[in-house]
């Protein structure tokens, strides 16, 4: 077998011309049958590929997708990727990840690389820091479509793709009001993000509404470590909520080894429900009560989206993934 195959190399071995060649591999209809059944034989037995880059700067048209996230070690993000490839692979497309890892810095390079490497759109889950859009929008003015997913930024006029952020916060605090809890713990991420906002907003808007009389001890935090730490706190001093609610997995995962570590039982000693993807909360016995945002759906969602983009809409449009709620036996 002879690998790297071009259309000159199957051209000089049929004795036709690399137009011939060309239009035979592409079903023209001006070439005979006959001779577009030789060609192809030839080209599958000596594994003949097309040239994808020098398409690309012949057409102007590429077919790589570039995806943009906070962090790859992230089941949420894991299953968000999924979805996109499996649509991707459909549709023919392939994708080029990259990761910020938080660092607006990393991710303006990577932007900047993914531009160079002539992606045909891009879509993006912005750090806590990032507060200038601009870079991404440039994409736009040279016909790179801009899908932004999960942490969207505040700025209106581009393609955003999210979670019910607002609902789901609601539909936990409901839950908690259902079953008449009346200290409860709240822990929420960077409020840099529009995702913890919206959260935080709506979680404490329902109890103002709905159960004024519940105390609630909202913490900003960012990683498990620091919801570990802080549940650990409230229980030394003997204030041990009858509640957690815990605003994503890794706010869920501080909190339940907290509990663990002094002997707590859920749900007899404390409740704790979560907003999350729907894995972590499985582990745990008893299950943990949660409020779905999926990132699997958020992936088919944004994917949607792009494919409409692609094909020429030009108008901006925010979707929504719904929320469900998914009993456990944790409150």
């Known amino acids: 077998m002879q690998h790297n195959s071009t259309l000159k190399k199957l051209s000089e071995m049929l004795g036709i ?3 011939t060649v060309s239009r035979a591999l592409k079903d023209h209809p001006d070439i005979s049958e ?8 030839l080209a599958k037995e000596i594994e003949y590929e ?27 993000y894991d299953s968000f990727i999924a979805a996109v490839e499996e649509e991707a692979r459909l549709n023919d497309y392939s994708l080029l990840i990259m990761q910020s890892g938080e660092d607006e810095n990393v991710e303006e390079n990577n932007l900047n690389l993914l531009r160079r490497n002539r992606i045909a759109g891009l879509f993006a889950s912005l750090t806590v820091n990032t507060t200038d859009i601009k870079p991404f929008l440039k994409l736009n003015d040279i016909d790179v479509p801009v899908i932004f997913v999960d942490r969207v930024p505040n700025f209106e006029a581009c393609n955003k793709i999210c979670l019910a952020d607002k609902e789901s916060a609601r539909m936990a605090a409901e839950v908690l009001i259902r079953k008449k809890k009346k200290n409860v713990l709240g822990l929420f991420g960077h409020l840099n993000l529009t995702i913890s906002k919206k959260r935080l907003e709506s979680f404490t808007e329902t109890f103002k509404e709905k159960s004024p009389d519940t105390k609630l001890d909202i913490v900003i935090q960012l990683d498990s470590e620091e919801a570990r730490l802080a549940t650990l706190k409230r229980i030394n001093e003997n204030n041990i909520p009858d509640a957690v609610f815990c605003m994503g997995d890794l706010t869920l995962i501080g909190v339940m080894q907290a509990i663990y570590e002094k002997g707590l039982k859920v749900p007899e ?7 999350s993807n ?23 969602l944004a994917f949607s989206r792009m494919m409409a983009c692609l094909a020429g809409s030009s108008f901006v449009r925010e979707l929504t993934v719904e929320s469900i709620l998914v009993e456990g036996n944790s409150i």
């Open 278 to 300: 729907g894995f972590f909360p499985n582990i745990y016995n008893p299950k943990i009560t949660y409020i779905e945002t999926s990132g699997y759906k958020l992936g088919k």
């Open 269 to 275: 000693d404390i409740g704790v429900i979560c907003i």
């Open 50 to 76: 097309p040239n994808t880059y020098a398409i690309q700067l012949r057409t102007n048209q590429s077919r790589v997708l570039g995806i943009m996230i906070p962090n790859l070690a992230n089941y949420f």
């Open 17 to 19: 011309s690399i137009s």
């Open 34 to 41: 006959k001779t577009k059944s030789r060609v192809k034989e």
